[in-house]
């Protein structure tokens, strides 16, 4: 269904709970966090589920609006979760009973809801969230801030190839409701600890340098975040970092989770298709941001990694041959 009709169909309904996903960031916290205040607004009852790993750099967007622990719905939004195995312990048990309505933007959305709002061609969920609180009227600085965070975050500070005039035009509509759009700037885009910079040269230090330096990959271990104690905050979003090296096309960001449980976030330049890369790993994304989980070391990881590379590359060029 589009946004109208989902906006209708939430219309319809009451005891609303939001579910994010996994290692949360800026765009599914601010898509719940802007449903939840509209929905509020709209009388009725809303809640967010809360995130075991959400950081304390999104944990203030929630304030206010998280379930009890005893809080039971009759209607469960999922925004911004791609896949079933994105969905959180906590999430897990609603995905079992049936999602009501999933809204999202990834092409490798699984489809799990029963009703689905999906349109890959959005920069960020929040976009898709902002047109479907506009359905219901303006949009109040309650709902606008987050929505902005969640469009800004996506976007990479309206710097990435997914951001579009579209993008714009919702941005400047949030930013004209008043909100402190410049302390989220600062927040998310000018602002990083001693202990990031750290990790930030670390991964410089240790990164792998393939193609003439195209290609990059690089891990921070477990043994990483201890010896530098390092938090979950400390490395949000620290897969950007890569690709911000002149001359890298495609950057590989591993990051240890667990003894033998790697999460790799792959971002590239046109020319590269990270999702088809980590559909390889049994992953998914976007086309130039995409993810994987690959249970192995992290030695395993980057091998497995870099033959996914390769292999796209090798279909790309047959592709490209046969065209011609």
């Not at 975050?153 to 990435?160: L, N």
């Not at 402190?180 to 600890?193: C, I, M, P």
Request: hydrophobic share 40%; with cysteine; charged share 25%.
């Amino acid at each position: 269904m589009d946004y109208k009709a989902a906006a209708e169909l939430l219309k319809k309904q009451d005891r609303i709970l939001i579910l994010t996903h996994r290692r949360p960031d800026g765009d599914t916290i601010g898509c719940a966090a802007g449903l939840c205040a509209a929905l509020r607004e709209q009388g009725k009852t809303a809640c967010i589920l809360p995130n075991e790993d959400a950081t304390s750099l999104f944990t203030p967007y929630l304030e206010g609006y998280l379930a009890e622990e005893d809080w039971e719905p009759d209607f469960v939004v999922s925004v911004d979760i791609a896949g079933r195995s994105l969905f959180t312990p906590r999430g897990e048990r609603y995905l079992a009973r049936g999602i009501d309505l999933g809204i999202d933007h990834h092409p490798s959305y699984e489809g799990f809801a029963r009703e689905s709002c999906v349109d890959p061609g959005r920069a960020a969920c929040g976009e898709l969230i902002y047109d479907l609180i506009r359905q219901w009227g303006p949009v109040s600085p309650a709902a606008a801030l987050p929505l902005y965070v969640a469009v800004a975050t996506d976007t990479g500070c309206f710097m990435y190839s997914n951001t579009t005039p579209a993008t714009h035009r919702v941005c400047a509509d949030l930013m004209a409701v008043g909100i402190d759009f410049q302390g989220v700037n600062k927040r998310h885009f000018r602002t990083k600890s001693l202990k990031r910079l750290r990790l930030e040269s670390l991964l410089v230090d240790g990164m792998d340098v393939h193609d003439g330096g195209a290609t990059v990959i690089a891990a921070i271990s477990l043994a990483d975040m201890a010896r530098l104690e390092a938090t979950e905050r400390d490395a949000e979003d620290i897969a950007a970092f890569l690709g911000q090296i002149e001359g890298v096309r495609t950057s590989v960001t591993i990051r240890e989770l667990a003894p033998g449980e790697c999460k790799l976030s792959v971002r590239t330049d046109q020319g590269l298709n990270a999702t088809r890369v980590c559909a390889l790993l049994g992953g998914g994304g976007h086309a130039s941001a995409a993810g994987c989980t690959v249970m192995g070391t992290v030695a395993e990881a980057k091998a497995a990694i870099l033959a996914a590379i390769r292999q796209v590359w090798v279909e790309d060029r047959d592709g490209a041959s046969a065209g011609t």
